[in-house]
């Protein structure tokens, strides 16, 4: 089974600074990687994945993330954050089960507030 | 992009009533549908994954005859709390996927029973 771990459950920064959320994984087989923003009382909208190719990965709203296989991680990053960007984000996983998408596992969370 | 449509958002009702949360895949044919539990300030528990026209298969320790799942159509799955009480009261998220593509997730639905 696969695991992730967010290493910080809260992390509080001013606007403007950049940001890194980080993440890392263990699997023993291969897998993709998502990273998840959730707004209070609403679902998760993806903000980006890594299915294959070039392990640098840019999402929406200004994000990317680095996908590190040497050291299982999948860490997000954003260069300059806004008031707006105040949520909770989520790591997870998904197998590769040959070319179908298996199960998501979900990290914890990590609470990104941005102050004025 | 891909949507998800879920509904209720909010449902309040009384102990013993059963209540049915609907997730429909608005412009894409949903193979699978998942629906998960969130607590406060937790991650997301899945309970259940469903593939349309066969039965759902439910996590361990969650019971499928508290939690009915139906998934009868490419763009609709049900969960139906039967006999809900003050303990299922929690934040009910649906996701939706195509063949091949990542979750796409519902605004949720917070049930909170009386």
């Known amino acids: 089974a696969q695991s992730v771990t967010q290493l910080d459950s809260q992390v509080p920064v001013f606007e403007e600074a950049p940001v890194e959320l980080r993440c890392n994984y263990s699997?023993?087989?291969?897998?993709?990687l998502f990273w998840y923003v959730q707004y209070p009382n609403q679902g998760l909208q993806l903000l980006l994945k890594y299915l294959s190719g070039s392990t640098l990965v840019k999402g929406i709203n200004g994000f990317e993330a680095e996908f590190n296989k040497s050291q299982t991680s999948f860490h997000l990053r954003k260069p300059s954050v806004h008031i707006s960007d105040t949520a909770e984000y989520f790591c997870a996983v998904s197998d590769q089960r040959g070319s179908t998408l298996g199960r998501l596992y979900f990290g914890r969370g990590t609470q990104l507030t941005v102050w004025p | 992009g891909a949507v998800v449509s879920q509904h209720p958002s909010w449902v309040i009702c009384k102990s013993g009533t059963s209540v049915k949360i609907e997730c429909r895949s608005l412009d894409f044919q949903a193979t699978t549908m998942f629906w998960y539990r969130q607590f406060p300030k937790q991650s997301l528990m899945l309970m259940a994954t469903?593939?349309?026209?066969?039965?759902?298969?439910?996590e361990q320790g969650v019971e499928k005859d508290k939690f009915l799942i139906n998934h009868a159509s490419l763009t609709l799955s049900t969960l139906t709390v039967t006999s809900a009480h003050p303990e299922d009261s929690s934040f009910y998220i649906c996701s939706a996927r195509a063949p091949e593509q990542p979750q796409h997730f519902g605004d949720g639905t917070r049930l909170s029973i009386l």
């Open positions: 469903s593939n349309e026209g066969s039965k759902a298969t439910y």
């Open positions: 699997s023993s087989v291969s897998v993709y």
